[in-house]
């Protein structure tokens, strides 16, 4: 995937029919329409996005 320079995936939860997964991917300039495309088509279903992080310097919590 263009861009990409880092992923990780960590196990959340797991119940009776789902598994969720937390992802968190760096690089920059990401076509997020391309990366949500390709989930998909692997079957995921994307419920959120909890934080973006831009800028010159980024800042962590």
């Known amino acids: 995937m263009p861009n990409v320079e880092g992923v990780n995936i960590s196990l959340v939860e797991i119940d ?3 598994e969720s997964v937390k992802v968190a991917i760096e690089g920059e300039n990401l076509d ?3 990366i949500q495309e390709m989930m998909k ?3 995921a279903v994307i419920h959120s996005i909890d934080e973006v992080a831009v800028g010159k310097k980024i800042v962590t919590i």
Do not use: A, C, E
Request: no cysteine.
């Open 16 to 18: 009776q029919n789902t």
């Open 32 to 34: 997020i329409k391309q």
């Open 41 to 43: 088509d692997h079957g």
